[in-house]
């Protein structure tokens, strides 16, 4: 894989900019909002400012890519915001990327963390040759229902604002949770959500200790990404540790079938050293995924490729944060997964 920059630590006091590259939610939902900043400056001692855009209203996002491109370029140009975190996902940031000046985010490493849609801004950043952050949003887990996951707090502290090695991620052992609760009900953001027992993650396959450099997202996304002048050549799909995940669409099994044929076609299966899998929303299809994700592999000969499921990112609750580029071990001996790097510098 192609060397990615790695931006500077977080330290108590920086300023941190929020920003809705994709669904306009932040604009819609003020007390959620407020509640999520309050988190980042109560529990993490940050300044957090807004992006010129990011609480206008939901319909003038959707109509308004252009402003979230220069939202984004602004912020990564701006040298007094140490970090971007995205308010939310969505389903069309697709839409900025030809509004984007590559040299702007390139000339410019800092922080950017989401999931989901944000997976777009992702994969600008590898274009840009910078390492992101594949983790939660402002409104899903700073603003989380009563109160932040601990897992979630040790996460972010321990991937964003350390530069020692990340180490080794453990499965959360609290509980889980993708219930809803309506995020309009003013009265619902103090009701602490439901948790589904901790199971710990599923070793799929793999008898090996392998290690990778992280890439992925959610897979709905990146089939938007296809084709596009934003999608990495082979070279910087080469001995990755691949990372997916899908959304709360929970699309049909069979499509996970056909999207992982497709990276079989173009080559990029054979070059990984393992796949990691996120929980799926409420861990529906989630063995349905496994079945298929065998199935692929084993027509492609990688039937021994290490492989974990339901592991704790994407659409479910708590979640660890995944950064792009940086060494990670799976290790089928001892039923462990590592980042073997810092973040951060």
Sequence with gaps: MVKLKIPQRLNPGDKVASISISWGAAG?????????????????????????????????????????????????????IKAIISNIGGDDSIRILKYIDIEV??????????????????????????????????????????AMHDYQIEDVKRTLFSAEVIGRIYPNQQGWTSEFLDWFDISLQDIKRK?????????????????????????EVLEMLKGTDYWP???????????????????????????????ASL????????????????????????????????????SDLPVITQMDFGHTCPTFTLPYGRLAEINCIENTFSILEGGVL
């Design 233 to 263: 050549d082979l070279k910087m799909w080469k001995d990755s540790i691949l990372f997916f995940e899908t959304s709360e669409a929970m699309p049909k099994p069979e499509y996970i079938r056909w999207w992982l044929r497709n990276y």
């Design 28 to 80: 819609e939902l003020t007390h959620r909002y407020q509640k999520g900043k309050e988190r980042l400056e109560q529990v993490f001692n940050l300044h957090v400012v807004e992006t010129k855009h990011a609480l206008q209203p939901a319909q003038w996002i959707y109509e308004n890519p252009e402003a979230r491109a220069t939202d984004l370029m602004e912020a990564f140009s701006d040298p007094s």
């Design 267 to 302: 080559g990029i299966l054979q070059l990984a050293k393992g796949i990691i899998f996120g929980r799926p929303y409420d861990n529906f299809y989630a063995e349905q995924y496994e079945i298929e994700l065998l199935k692929v592999l084993d027509e492609e000969g990688l």
């Design 105 to 146: 985010i390139k000339q410019n490493p800092k922080i950017f963390i989401g999931f989901s849609d944000s997976t777009v801004t992702h994969f600008i950043c590898l274009k840009a040759e910078i390492s992101s952050f594949y983790g939660t949003s402002l409104l899903v887990g700073f603003a989380e229902n009563y």
């Design 195 to 219: 948790l589904s027992p901790a199971t710990g993650w599923k070793f799929l396959q793999g008898s090996s200790i392998v290690q990778g450099r992280l890439i992925g997202g959610c897979m």
